[in-house]
Every structure is written in C-alpha cells, then in structure tokens.
C-alpha cells in the first residue's frame, strides 16, 4: 500500500542571521510541529535561510561596477552595482532584456540574474535596499552540512533539499525548484520499468528533487509567509546519496540557450 505524502510547515522560526545554526533552527522546529525524524524523512529549506546563515550577504553601496556590467545594466534598465554582483555569480550571460538577465550561474543552472535577491534582505548598517543575497557558495555541501548536524542531534539523516524560485522557459510564474540536495536522489531513471501495460520506459527520467521543491514551495509561499522549512514525510522512491549536478543538463544538450 502507498504511503501518503505529507508535508508539514516548521513554523516559528526566527529570522535567520549570519553564523546562526541552521540545523539547530530546524531541529527546534521539528519539535514544535511535533515531528521526530524517521528513515527516509525529508527537510526541504529555502535557500534564503541557507544563504543568510552563510553570510552570502552583499551591500551594493561597496560595490564597484565594471564597464562591463555597466553596459549591462544600460541594456537591462538595472543598477550596475547589482549587474557587477550578477556577474560575479555567473558563467555565461545568456539573455537580456529591460528589466531581466538570464545566465549560466557558476554552478552549472540556467536562472534569472543568478540567483541574487532583493527580497526579505537586510543586512547590517548601511541602506536596507543596498543589501543583496546571493546562492549558497556550495548548496551540496550546505544541505550535506545540515543533514550531519541532523544526524548529530537526532540520531536520524534526513534528506536535505535546498530550495530557490525559479522561472521556466516557455511558461509563466515561478517554481520550486532544487538548488542543493543531499541524501536523496535529485534524479529517478525509470528507464526499462513496466508501465501499466507491461510497456518498458524509454527515456523517462523524473527530477525527483525538484518535484520536492516545488511541493515544499507551496506552504513555504513568495513573499511574508515566514515559513521558510518544511517536512516531508512519505518520498516514494529509495533514499540515496545526491548530488544537484544530476540535474543540471549538459550544455551540448541545451537546445535552449
């Protein structure tokens, strides 16, 4: 019989600073939501808190913006202290227009100005519109991190997704998506499995982890919710080591970009 899946919001967390213990955060709000861990539970956390407890805080006022991302930012209708900080984040600038830059983000993704947010940001001193988040330096290692200190204070490992909003080519509105991701896969092959009538899969291959993200996405919310962790219990597929590099498509087979 199959499990249900269920996922529940960690609520009363505090906002998040630099240093903080991440993982000491989300085990205090496993026990306000009366949850303990069990094998083959999930915690999916935003990137924002990840990120703040990491210090990717950047304040654009002792930013010094290239003549590159000056040009930039002429095209883009954007500051060119943030396109200097976008640049510095990425691999490749892909697209432009007023108002957006699509780039290959260092770590491999295809994302709108790499990564780095303006919202729920604040930073200490300075102008609170000054402050920017960027990504994780390595979300892999981030989500790694938790799941030890996990282990560490509850004698469980929990999967760990790390989350971030993205858009999508060809649709509207943003999604969960993952970013970071340990032990769990972030991609299924089901190539060669039976479907319902005994036909054998040919290329289907499921991106396990961000179907997590974009569920856990729906309670953690876009703007005020303060909710930035959920739990899930109930993944229907065998727990592994992973990586995000799974799903990260090689740029020969990029037809896109």
Not at 98 to 119: E, Q, T, Y
Request: hydrophobic share 45%; glycine share 12%; proline share 7%.
């Amino acid at each position: 019989m199959t499990k249900p899946l269920i996922l529940t919001s960690l609520t009363g967390m505090p906002l998040v600073r630099p240093g903080d213990d991440l993982a000491a955060l989300l085990r205090d709000g496993l026990g306000r939501a009366g949850i303990r861990l069990e094998v083959g539970d999930i915690l999916a956390v935003t990137q924002k808190v990840v990120s703040k407890a990491e210090g990717r805080l950047v304040n654009l006022a002792e930013v010094r913006p290239s003549r590159a991302a000056g040009r930039l930012a002429r095209e883009s209708h954007k500051d060119p202290r943030l396109v200097e900080v976008i640049l510095g984040e990425s691999r490749k600038v892909l697209r432009v227009r007023p108002g957006l830059i699509i780039v290959r983000h260092r770590l491999g993704f295809v994302c709108a100005n790499a990564g780095v947010d303006h919202s729920n940001v604040l930073g200490e001193g300075g102008e609170p519109h000054d402050w920017v988040l960027l990504l994780p330096e390595d979300p892999d290692a981030s989500a790694r991190r938790i799941r030890e200190r996990l282990l560490e204070s509850t004698g469980i490992p929990p999967g760990v997704v790390i989350l971030d909003s993205h858009g999508r080519a060809w649709r509207m509105g943003t999604v969960g998506v993952a970013v970071g991701v340990a032990g769990m896969p972030a991609l299924l092959d089901l190539r060669g499995r039976p479907d319902l009538f005994g036909y054998r899969l040919q290329v289907t291959e499921v991106g396990a982890a961000d179907e997590v993200a974009a569920a856990a996405s729906i309670l953690i919310g876009q703007a005020a919710e303060g909710l930035p962790a959920v739990h899930v219990r109930g993944f229907p597929y065998p727990m592994r080591e992973g990586s995000i590099r799974e799903l990260i498509r090689p740029e020969g087979q990029d037809l896109f970009t």
